[in-house]
Nanobody, 128 residues
Framework: VQLQASGGGLVQAGGSLRLSCIASDSGFTVRDYTIGWFRQAPGKEREGVSFLRNVETRTVNADSVKGRFTISRDNAKNTVYLQMNSLQPEDTAVYFC????????????????????WGQGTLVTVSS
């Protein structure tokens, strides 16, 4: 499964962006996968941001983005989104989408090793 993340760019603090993640594999059905958005800032480790488990609508978000970021899934378009509002300079990073077929336990959603497939990343830069 090849994932493609897009939608990054340059935005001023307080602005919004929506990232998209789509799979190139025609056999990929997004509702069958647990999806995670991760980010990696320069010189820092990759960290989990927002997660959506397969067949569920409840989302899990890191404390740093709660109330600002929303992960969602469009089954008809086979696409997962990350809506990012009230962006701050500390949100600057390369954002990656990741997927694993089936369910991931909540305590493991933020673990890189929980995911089998990764997109190439899209750069988000927030200016002050």
């Amino acid at each position: 499964v090849q994932l493609q993340a897009s939608g990054g760019g340059l935005v001023q603090a307080g602005g919004s962006l929506r990232l998209s993640c789509i799979a190139s594999d025609s056999g990929f059905t997004v509702r069958d996968y647990t999806i995670g958005w991760f980010r990696q800032a320069p010189g820092k480790e990759r960290e989990g941001v927002s997660f959506l488990r397969n067949v569920e609508t409840r989302t899990v978000n890191a404390d740093s983005v709660k109330g600002r970021f929303t992960i969602s899934r469009d089954n008809a378009k086979n696409t997962v989104y990350l809506q990012m509002n009230s962006l701050q300079p500390e949100d600057t990073a390369v954002y990656f989408c990741a997927a694993r077929k089936g369910r991931v336990i909540i305590s493991a959603l933020g673990a890189i090793a929980s995911y089998h497939y990764w997109g190439q990343g899209t750069l988000v830069t927030v200016s002050s």
